[in-house]
Antibody
């Protein structure tokens, strides 16, 4: 079955960086894009951007541009999301999701990673 | 960006009743590119509906979506305790992708 397995929780100080992984299985990795969505505590969902895992094309939400990088390792069917210069308002659960290219609804989700930014 | 406003913010209903959740966009959602998700406590969201009215794989027919333009509805019939969740709408017709703020459904 389709699985998106994310790395474990992180606690970081302001100004640090995180790199969250999303290891996929159960489907053809190249046929789907990976999108990242985050959810601040007791808040709604925020779209962060996507990566096309075969072409490497990426698109990020404007507010994170310059701080975020998504990469894909086709040899391990794993996608990474790096966020730099962390701030307290980056504290959130970070989800990876998949979607078919051109169909940007998300039919499978990772379990989520809690990232806490605190001094 | 397209702002999605969901109403009501919360509702409390009894088992067996039906629920109607609304999602209104600040502008026309291109091609009706609207999805609905269910998020139970402590879980990741689950896709229910895409393209406004198509049920995702494995979703029972008690969940139905409708609407067009800027007004969309999720209808849940025959409520059960496991329907207790927050429901989100999402538009993918215009970048950036945006989500509504959610409707919290409580089952009495």
């Amino acid at each position: 079955q389709v699985q998106l397995l994310q790395s474990g929780p992180e606690v970081k100080k302001p100004g640090a960086s995180i790199k969250v992984s999303c290891k996929t299985s159960g489907y053809n990795f190249s046929n789907y894009d990976i999108t990242w969505v985050r959810q601040a505590p007791r808040q709604g969902l925020e779209w962060m951007g996507w990566i096309s895992v075969d072409t490497g094309n990426r698109h990020y939400v404007q507010k994170l541009q310059g701080r975020i990088t998504m990469t894909a390792d086709t040899s391990t069917s794993t996608v990474y999301m790096e966020l730099r210069s962390l701030r307290s308002d980056d504290t959130a659960i970070y989800y990876c999701t998949r979607n078919q290219r051109g169909h940007e609804w998300f039919d499978s989700w990772g379990q989520g990673v809690l990232v806490t930014v605190s001094s | 960006e397209v702002v999605l406003t969901q109403s009501p913010g919360s509702l409390s209903l009894s088992p067996g009743e039906g629920a109607t959740l609304s999602c209104r966009a600040s502008q026309t959602v291109r091609n009706g590119y609207l999805a609905w998700y269910q998020q139970r406590p402590g879980q990741a969201p689950r896709l229910l509906i895409y393209d406004a009215s198509s049920r995702a794989t494995g979703i029972p027919d008690k969940f139905s979506g409708s609407g067009s333009g800027a007004d969309f509805t999720l209808t849940i019939s025959r409520l059960e305790p496991e329907d207790c969740a927050v429901y989100y709408c999402q538009q993918y017709g215009t970048s950036p992708i945006t989500f509504g703020q959610g409707t919290r459904l409580e089952i009495k």
